[in-house]
C-alpha cells in the first residue's frame, strides 16, 4: 500500500508559517547589540568563529582563525562556514554582514515547518484524521530550534535535512518511490554540514535497506543504479573534503575533536553529559511521556507493516540523546539556559511528529467507533477545540513552561519579553574589545577566551586561550580537576589552558580576557614577563603594537 497524501499547502499552514516569520524577525532583532546607537547584528560567539574564518580567506589571511601561523580546523561545520564566504565579500558593512546568516536561517525554519507538515501529511495521516498543524506548530515555535538556529548556528539547516531525508526514505520504504539519489544527496550535504550528521546519515540509510528487502520486495534496475550513484557521490565529497583538510589543516580530524573528546577522563565526560541530557528529558516531559507510551504502544502492538513508519523518527531521537551525552553535553547547558542543546534541538521536531501522528491515529480510531462525531457541525467544532487544547498544552511542555518547568519564567522566551540568553554577554565582549583597541593597535597579538567576536571585529592577530584554535593546547589534558565528584564542572571546550604555552610561543601584546586565573597567578606568571595592567587590561611593556598613550581615547571605528 503507498503511502497516503496529505495536504501539501493550507490557510491555516500559512498563518503559522507568517507567525513564525514575525517571531523571528523580532528574535534576530533582540540579538542585535548597541555599539556607540547603531545596532550591530551579531551571531552566537561560535558562529563568529567561523564568520572570522571567512572574513580572514576574503581579506587574504587564508582560511586561518587567528591571521598568524599555520591554519587551524577550529569550526566543526565546513558547509555552514563556506556559506559564510559569500556574505564576507559581499562588500557589506560588518554591522550588517551576520543579518543574511541569520536570514538564511529563518528560511530554514519556515521551510522545516513545510515539511514536518508535510512528512505527517504523507506518512503520518489515518483515514480522515489527516492534520499535520499541531507537529507544524509545535516546529514553528519550539524555542530551542528557533534561538540556535537564528543564533547564526547550523542547526536550522540540520533540521532541514534531517526531516527532508526521513521524509524521502518513508517514501522509499512505504511508497516504492525512487528517492535514492536525492536521499544521498542530502546525506553528502550533512555530513559536510557536520560530521556528527553521519548519524543521521547511517541510521537513514541502514533503515532504508533493511525494509527495502523485507516482505518479499526487490528495488529495481533503476533503484540500485540511482543508489549506488548517490553512495558514489557521498563517498567523493566526504573524501574530497578529508583530503582538503589533510591537505590545507594537515589533520585528519578537526581540532575541536581532540580539545572536546581527549584529555578528559571518560567516566566524567560521560557522567556529565548523562546528568545535562537528563535535566532536558525531564524539562520536556510533559511531550516525550506520552509520545513515548504512544510509540511503544503502536511498535509493540501495531500491524507490522505499518508500525515501520515509526522506527526512524524514534531511533534517530534516542541516537542523538545517546550521542550527546557520549560527548559530555554542550558547553551552554546551564539553569538559565536553553533547555535543548545544539545536538538534540534539530531533532526535536521528529518527536512533535510521532506525537501527530498518535493524534491523528487516534483520532481515525474514534471516528470509526464512533461516526457521529465525524458528521455533526457541533461534535466537529468539539473536537476541533479538543485538538487546539492538546497542542497549546504541547506546545507549553515543548518549551519548558508547564507542567515540568525549571523556571517560572521561560514564557518570557516564548513571548520575546527579555532578551535571548548571552546576548548581554555579547553586549560586554563587544565593549571590552572596543576598549582594548584604544590599546592594542591593529596587528597586535592579543590573547583571548571568546573567540569569536574580537577576532572578526578586529584587525588584530589572535591567540586563543582555550585552545580552539591551537593544537598544542586542544590536545593536551585538562587543566582543571576533574573526577568523578566533580563530573558537572566539567564543560565541554573550556577545560584546557596552558598560559606558560600561550606567553612562551605566541608572546601576546595584550590579553583580553583571562581565564581560571586569581590575582596571585597573574602577578606570579604575567608580571615577571613585563605585563601590566592598564585600563583593565595585561598589556607587554615595549611592545610597538601598544599605545600607552591613547588608552583614553574614543573607541577605534575600525570594527564598524
Known amino acids: 500500500m503507498g503511502a497516503q497524501t ?319 551525552a557520549w560527548v559530555g553535553g554542550d558547553a551552554w547547558e546551564q539553569d538559565e539556559g536553553v533547555m535543548a542543546n545544539r545536538f538534540l534541538a534539530f531533532v526535536f521536531p521528529l518527536v512533535f511528529v510521532l506525537g501527530n501522528g498518535l493524534l491523528n491515529r487516534g483520532l481515525d480510531s474514534l471516528a470509526r467507533r464512533r461516526p457521529g462525531l465525524s458528521t455533526g457541525a457541533l461534535p466537529r467544532a468539539i473536537l476541533a477545540a479538543a485538538l487546539t487544547a492538546v497542542t497549546a498544552i504541547a506546545l507549553l511542555a515543548a518549551n519548558s513552561i508547564w507542567p515540568f518547568a525549571h523556571s517560572g519564567e521561560r514564557w518570557r522566551d516564548l513571548v520575546l519579553d527579555r532578551p535571548p540568553t548571552l546576548v548581554a554577554g555579547h553586549q560586554w565582549i563587544f565593549n571590552q574589545t572596543r576598549l582594548l583597541e584604544r590599546i592594542a593597535l591593529p596587528g597586535a597579538v592579543v590573547a583571548t577566551v571568546w573567540a569569536g567576536i574580537p577576532a572578526y571585529l578586529t584587525d588584530w592577530k589572535m591567540v586563543d586561550i582555550l585552545g580552539y584554535n591551537d593544537i598544542v593546547i586542544a590536545r593536551e589534558s585538562s587543566a582543571a580537576f576533574l573526577d568523578r565528584k566533580n563530573y558537572r564542572k566539567f564543560q565541554p571546550g573550556h577545560v584546557k589552558w596552558d598560559y606558560k604555552h600561550v606567553l612562551e610561543v605566541h608572546h601576546p601584546d595584550a590579553f583580553l580576557q583571562l581565564w581560571e586565573t586569581d590575582l596571585g597567578m597573574e602577578r606570579q606568571i604575567l608580571r615577571p614577563r613585563g605585563y601590566r595592567r592598564i585600563n583593565g587590561f595585561w598589556v607587554r611593556l615595549g611592545s610597538d603594537r601598544v599605545d600607552y598613550t591613547a588608552s583614553a581615547a574614543p573607541a577605534s571605528a575600525t570594527a564598524l
Open 6 to 324: 496529505g495536504p501539501r499547502v493550507s490557510p491555516a499552514l500559512f498563518v503559522v508559517l507568517l507567525l513564525l516569520a514575525v517571531w523571528d524577525g523580532r528574535f534576530i532583532w533582540d540579538t542585535t547589540v548597541d555599539v556607540s546607537g547603531r545596532r550591530f547584528f551579531c551571531l552566537f560567539d561560535d558562529a563568529m568563529i567561523s564568520m572570522a574564518y571567512a572574513r580572514n580567506l576574503v581579506e587574504g589571511h587564508g582560511l586561518n582563525w587567528a591571521r598568524q601561523g599555520a591554519p587551524v580546523e577550529g569550526f566543526t561545520h565546513p558547509l555552514w562556514t563556506f556559506l559564510m564566504i559569500p556574505v564576507n565579500a559581499s562588500g557589506l558593512p560588518l554591522a550588517l554582514r551576520s543579518l543574511p546568516i541569520q536570514l538564511f536561517s529563518l528560511a530554514c525554519l519556515l521551510l522545516n515547518v513545510v515539511l514536518v507538515h508535510r512528512l505527517v501529511g504523507n506518512h503520518f495521516s489515518f483515514g480522515n484524521a489527516r492534520s499535520g498543524l499541531p507537529a507544524a506548530l509545535l516546529t514553528a515555535f519550539y524555542y530551542p530550534l528557533n534561538y540556535w538556529a537564528l543564533f547564526g548556528m547550523e542547526t536550522g539547516l540540520q533540521a532541514v535535512l534531517t526531516t527532508a531525508s526521513v521524509l524521502l526514505a518513508l517514501d522509499i520504504v512505504l511508497a516504492g518511490r525512487d528517492r535514492h539519489l536525492p536521499l544521498l544527496l542530502l546525506g553528502a550535504a550533512a555530513y559536510l554540514l557536520r560530521m556528527d550528521m553521519l548519524l543521521m546519515v547511517g541510521v537513514v540509510q541502514l533503515f532504508v535497506l533493511f525494509f527495502s528487502f523485507r516482505g518479499g520486495r526487490r528495488p529495481g534496475p533503476a533503484e540500485r543504479r540511482h543508489w549506488l550513484l548517490g553512495a558514489a557521490l557521498f563517498a567523493a565529497a566526504a573524501l574530497g573534503y578529508s583530503v582538503f583538510r589533510g591537505l590545507y589543516f594537515h589533520d585528519l580530524l578537526p581540532n575541536t575533536y581532540y580539545l572536546k573528546l581527549t584529555g578528559v577522563p571518560l567516566d566524567v565526560r560521560v557522567l556529565r553529559g548523562a546528568a545535562c541530557l537528563k535535566d532536558t528529558l525531564v524539562a520536556h516531559l510533559g511531550v516525550l511521556l506520552p509520545v513515548a507510551a504512544g510509540t511503544g504502544y503502536v511498535l509493540a502492538r501495531g500491524e507490522r507493516r505499518r508500525r515501520r513508519r515509526w522506527l526512524l523518527p524514534a531511533a534517530l531521537f534516542l541516537v542523538y540523546c545517546a550521542y550527546s
